[in-house]
């Protein structure tokens, strides 16, 4: 029996405040005594705000005071991605175009507009009229049959999209509603809509263009403004002279937080070639307000250092940038994926950084002082590319905030082409890709699978084990041209604290020995027939959503899920026999939640590859299987709105997924 067993309930409860989730439920799991401590309000109330309380499940644990099922339920997130596996796959629909934003998918396909709420498990969906929709909003759309709609964005019920049509000349509209009360909010003409975005919550709304200056030629950023809550747009636009990239997602990115629209870039030039060997990411903030946007504020450059160019060449056709809020922590962040020649090294390494965005002095940019040691890397990075490299430092790293991928020494790296889809997962501290693996049988076919690498802490007895077998010394020795490169001891501070799991696939191959229809079935769930063309995806912290062009110009679009509280209705639970289950490493009836397979290569992870390491396969659903707490139930169910009605979800007319909780 464990110690802790006999401590008082109120020195367990303190003891629990200094020890981070993971630790937490490891420690639950360490005897049936403890199991209490995900299971009793009081203690998993106290865990949630203090570990996680940045998250949709703490937010809804405040509305249903349920704190322990939602303790779980993230708990089981965190696991079913660190192991790459899903709690549910679906085919959910076949669209023209789509967006996914905010656990809702948009997607248009014969002139309607269908809104599904898959975070919310809805088994409904709102239909728009597009052509009724422009009817009553823009009268100059009036007879035309040729036009292009487009969805931009969706937040808090509301649906930001652009309406193009060509008579004379191209002319483009802005058109927002909100499905939710059933009313047009309003149209905005646009002169231009290269790059346009749309950002909003329940009050404001914030939208921008890539277009021309008059000063030098070149494009800048100009924003507009929409006071939802007043129905009225700003006069004032703003226009974002320093803030340079162009490429939402991978030069740039856009937010809104606590009332202000962030955004951060990994550029700091419109040349070419930039002057100096120290980059920093360039990050603004602007309040929104009925009254206009507020100042630009600009985040401390000392502590929005990105990467010294000594560290060696980037491959930028593989970055990706994102701006969230930390889910332990709430500190906006910025996270950004670059794939790397470290030190002049033959093979490429796609690394993950993590930064804190940091205003000091309500955002002015503060200099350090003459005694700040940072001073010595702001003076070096003003030597020109013809200094000596052994004289330059770069800035120290936090080895918490870096999380290096697999490089290809050891397990065979997959293309640009080939990788479609890259996420990234602070939370669990997780990449997980979308790739496309042909089966060695035929190395033409298209078989996707999602592919995923964690890392977590050592633990004692295996940092003892290492210590003597001189592992440390080996990995020391290995990074020191890494080391020279600009990284200091970085490398070998993130080798001592973080074990780097196995990298795995998820579905598993099939047994040679004997093929298991059912898993084959899952095969053609990620795999839809007859769809050969372009993919393309786009993730949040808990799920996926990636669309397979299909012959005709359709897309097929499938959602991966690893909440373990969604539920699409008519979704088959995944039955498999006990002999397949035993062969492929999982348990009978859910037989994939272990079942990741390794890729190969050295090292294989045995807990996870044998199914001994997976997701509790449990439903701890938060919110009713038919999604009837997700959302209020929009205006347009009672009538009033003639190009609105609430109908029952495309994926109900063509069952085909699995779920894999019990």
């Known amino acids: 029996m464990s110690p802790l067993v006999k401590v008082p ?38 865990i949630l705000e203090s570990k996680a309380p940045n998250t949709l499940e703490a937010r809804q644990a405040r509305t249903s005071r349920r704190y322990a099922t939602e303790l779980r339920r993230i708990t089981k997130r965190r696991e079913a991605i660190s192991s790459v596996s899903p709690y549910l796959v679906a085919l959910v629909a076949h669209a023209e175009s789509w967006i996914y934003e905010n656990g809702v998918l948009c997607h248009i396909k014969d002139r309607q507009l269908r809104i599904l709420d898959l975070h919310n498990s809805q088994c409904t969906e709102i239909k728009i009229d597009i052509r009724r929709l422009l009817d009553q909003a823009i009268e100059e759309s009036h007879g035309f049959t040729k036009y292009k709609f487009q969805p931009l964005y969706y937040s808090h019920g509301v649906v930001s999209c652009l309406y193009t049509h060509r008579k004379t000349a191209q002319a483009s509209w802005l058109v927002v509603f909100d499905v939710l009360k059933g009313r047009i909010l309003t149209t905005r003409s646009l002169n231009s809509t290269l790059k346009i975005f749309v950002r909003n919550t329940e009050k404001f709304l914030c939208y921008g263009v890539f277009v021309p200056t008059s000063r030098d030629g070149y494009r800048r950023w100009n924003l507009g403004g929409y006071d939802i809550a007043n129905d009225k747009w700003l006069e004032q636009k703003m226009e974002l002279p320093e803030f340079i990239g162009s490429d939402i997602g991978s030069t740039i990115a856009f937010e809104i937080f606590d009332g202000s629209l962030y955004g951060v870039s990994n550029q700091t030039s419109l040349e070419a070639e930039e002057e100096y060997w120290l980059s920093y990411y360039t990050c603004f903030r602007i309040s929104l307000a009925q009254d206009g946007f507020g100042a630009i504020e600009h985040a401390s450059r000392r502590h929005m250092w990105r990467r010294w160019h000594f560290e060696g060449p980037i491959d930028d056709r593989w970055t990706f940038l994102r701006i969230f809020r930390d889910e332990a922590s709430s500190k906006l962040r910025v996270v950004e994926s670059r794939k790397e020649w470290l030190a002049r090294s033959s093979s490429a390494m796609r690394t993950y950084y993590t930064t804190d965005i940091v205003f000091d002095d309500g955002g002015a940019t503060r200099m350090p002082s003459a005694n700040d040691e940072f001073l010595d890397y702001i003076l070096l990075a003003t030597r020109t590319k013809t200094s000596q490299p052994d004289l330059m430092r770069a800035p120290p790293r ?58 977590r802490r050592w633990t004692p007895g295996e940092r003892e084990e290492r210590s003597r077998s001189g592992a440390a010394e080996t990995e020391e020795s290995h990074n020191t041209l890494i080391k020279m490169s600009g990284f200091h001891n970085t490398l070998d501070e993130i080798t001592n604290i973080y074990k780097s799991e196995d990298v795995l696939l998820w579905p598993p191959e099939q047994s040679p020995s004997e093929t298991n229809p059912t898993l084959e079935a899952l095969h053609e769930v990620m795999n839809p027939t007859g769809c050969f063309g372009s993919i393309r995806g786009v993730w949040d912290e808990r799920s996926m959503v990636y669309s397979i062009e299909e012959t005709g110009g359709l897309h097929a679009l499938v959602f991966v899920s690893f909440d373990p509280s969604i539920y699409l209705k008519g979704v088959k639970q995944y039955h498999d026999s006990p002999k397949v289950g035993e062969a492929s490493g999982g348990i009978r009836g859910s037989p994939f939640l272990g079942a990741s397979l390794p890729c190969g290569g050295k090292g294989k992870s045995k807990d996870r590859a044998s199914g001994n390491w997976r997701p509790t396969p449990e439903p701890d659903t938060a919110c009713s299987m038919d999604g009837s707490t997700a959302s ?26 699995f779920q894999f909780a019990l």
């Open 398 to 455: 936090n080895p918490h905030m870096v999380h290096p991928g697999d490089d290809g020494s050891e397990l065979l790296m997959f293309t640009l082409m080939k990788s479609p889809v890259r996420c990234y997962h602070p939370s669990c501290q997780t990449f997980v890709d979308l790739v496309d693996d042909p089966p060695a049988s035929d190395s033409g076919a298209r078989r996707i699978r999602i592919r995923g690498g964690a890392r």
């Open 9 to 46: 309930y109120e020195i367990l409860w303190l003891i629990v405040q200094y020890l981070d989730l993971e630790d937490t439920h490891a420690l639950s799991l360490s005897c049936k005594s403890l199991q209490f401590l995900f299971h009793e309000p009081n203690i998993a109330k106290t």
């Open 632 to 657: 209020p139930e929009p205006a347009s169910s009672t009538g009033s709105t003639p190009w609105q009605k609430v109908i029952p979800a495309m994926y109900q007319r063509m069952p085909s997924g």
